[in-house]
């Protein structure tokens, strides 16, 4: 593998278009139930395929969100941004199967999965956002904007919030396809 100019190695293609197409749907996802909010589903106590596609669709931009935290991180390099990255994934997870518990099969203790996973992604977001800020190194260093953007828009999430994630979601995805540029050493003819 080629190194990219951090000194990371570069992910191969098919790689970079996964992690681009996971973070697509991150954006995606999240948007879409963020406007759908504008139509009021009764995810509480769903009912129509609205409600439905409130309720799954929440607990799908959660489960997302948890695989696509890591694979960030690993963007970014370096052992602690990824083991910050594990806070807020495993909040996701967490929230994502409250959701689905508390609203889809109406069990009601459930929401308490959905509370203590959403305040770590809470947490975690905030940690991840600093630690890719800190140890980042060039404009990789930019993308702490993306699990930033993430948790503002999660708050704004009733009011439109997912369209702010759907833009830093779709920053990151460009990031992932982004080839790394070529050292000197490597555009460097052979010697004759």
């Not at 749907?25 to 139930?33: A, D, E, K, S």
């Amino acid at each position: 593998m080629a190194p990219e100019t951090g000194g990371q190695p570069s992910a191969p293609i098919l790689v970079r278009m996964t992690r681009a197409a996971l973070f697509t749907f991150v954006g995606v996802v999240w948007c879409v139930r963020s406007l759908q909010s504008f139509a009021d589903p009764q995810y509480e106590d769903p009912v129509s395929a609205s409600d439905w596609l409130a309720v799954l669709s929440l607990s799908a931009a959660l489960f997302a969100l948890a695989l696509a935290l890591p694979l960030l991180a690993q963007m970014i390099g370096g052992r602690p941004v990824f083991r910050v990255s594990l806070v807020p994934a495993v909040g996701a997870a967490l929230a994502g199967l409250g959701n689905l518990l508390e609203d889809a099969l109406q069990i009601g203790f459930a929401g308490l999965f959905y509370g203590v996973g959403a305040g770590l992604t809470g947490v975690g977001l905030i940690a991840l956002t600093v630690a890719i800020a800190v140890f980042g190194r060039g404009r990789r260093r930019l993308l702490a904007a993306v699990p930033a953007a993430t948790l503002i828009g999660w708050s704004l999430f009733e009011s439109g919030g997912g369209a702010l994630i759907l833009v830093a979601w779709l920053a990151a995805a460009a990031m992932a396809l982004d080839r790394p540029a070529r050292t000197a050493a490597q555009t460097a003819p052979g010697s004759p």
